[in-house]
């Protein structure tokens, strides 16, 4: 499984408009956004950055302005806009626990801001979830008392409880996740 970075979220606020990192920086802070899901700080934001640049998912341009320094806007480029469309629609996205508070939260968010339905990203997320879970109660069943039965059991019981949430990703608010 590869590591848990920003880099779809920093390509779909891309995808909804070009941003220096200032503006993506805020982005990450305003609780109303991203600031729940995501702690970054300025200097990871600008390596996300310029790594996105060297993989040529984004291109920087200088933006010259009369009463502030020079920045570097981002745009997306095709084969960001590629990388981003494949992250939104992931058809198998991990039910681990942190991938679900973050990644998906990550897409639930990207795909409202880009107009995308949402539905088909509970739905998976949720198909993922139930089949672990089911899984995990099976080796749960199998297990001998002792560690190895309490790392499963927690891990079952949380999945439940994100499920419990996912429902509630389906069904409310209406006004954030659209049919």
Request: aromatic content about 6%; hydrophobic content about 40%.
């Amino acid at each position: 499984m590869s590591s848990l970075t920003p880099d779809e979220t920093i390509l779909g606020l891309l995808a909804a408009e070009a941003r220096h990192g200032y503006q993506l920086l805020e982005c990450f802070r305003d609780p109303a956004q991203l600031g729940e899901v995501w702690n970054l700080s300025t200097s990871q934001l600008y390596a996300v950055l310029k790594r996105l640049e060297r993989q040529g998912d984004v291109i920087g341009c200088q933006i010259e302005s009369d009463n502030a320094p020079p920045r570097t806007e981002y745009t997306l480029t095709p084969q960001g806009r590629i990388r981003l469309e494949r992250w939104l629609n992931e058809v198998n996205p991990s039910s681990s626990i942190r991938r679900v508070r973050v990644e998906f939260l990550s897409r639930l968010f990207i795909a409202r801001l880009l107009n995308i339905p949402t539905i088909p990203i509970v739905v998976r997320q949720k198909r993922v979830c139930l089949q672990q879970a089911a899984a995990l109660r099976e080796q749960r069943e199998r297990a001998q008392p002792g560690i190895h039965f309490l790392a499963v059991d927690l891990v079952v019981t949380q999945l439940d409880a994100v499920l419990l949430w996912i429902e509630r990703c389906e069904l409310v608010p209406k006004d954030w996740v659209e049919d």
